[in-house]
């Protein structure tokens, strides 16, 4: 190991040290608006399914399970395939948080 390499070491290992012991400083650039704190305040609260959301949920993952079927059944195991799979999961989630949030 040379010389300059232990320097950088060193540098890297005071920088890593410092950066533990801060607590994390965030400027505040804007304020959140009543609006979206109200959103937030919604999206990151526990909805218990209520009426006939249960049932709409298995609906979805019904149908986007047979989705994913033909996606798997059709398309050679690729990158491609894992996107669209993962994307189909992605759709489901949000429309769950769609009759979530209603």
Not at 84 to 100: E, K, Q, V
Request: charged share 20%; glycine share 0%.
């Amino acid at each position: 190991m040379t010389e300059n390499t232990k320097e950088e070491l060193a540098k890297l290992g005071v920088l890593a040290e410092a950066m533990s012991n801060t607590p994390l400083q965030v400027p505040f650039t804007y304020s959140a608006t009543p609006s979206i704190e109200s959103q937030i305040e919604n999206w990151f609260t526990y909805h218990a399914p209520k009426d006939d959301q249960p049932q709409r949920y298995q609906a979805i993952r019904d149908k986007a399970k047979e989705l994913a079927l033909v996606i798997a059944a059709n398309t050679k195991s690729s990158a491609d395939q894992t996107a669209a799979l993962r994307y189909l999961r992605i759709c489901i989630m949000t429309a769950n948080a769609s009759i979530a949030l209603e």
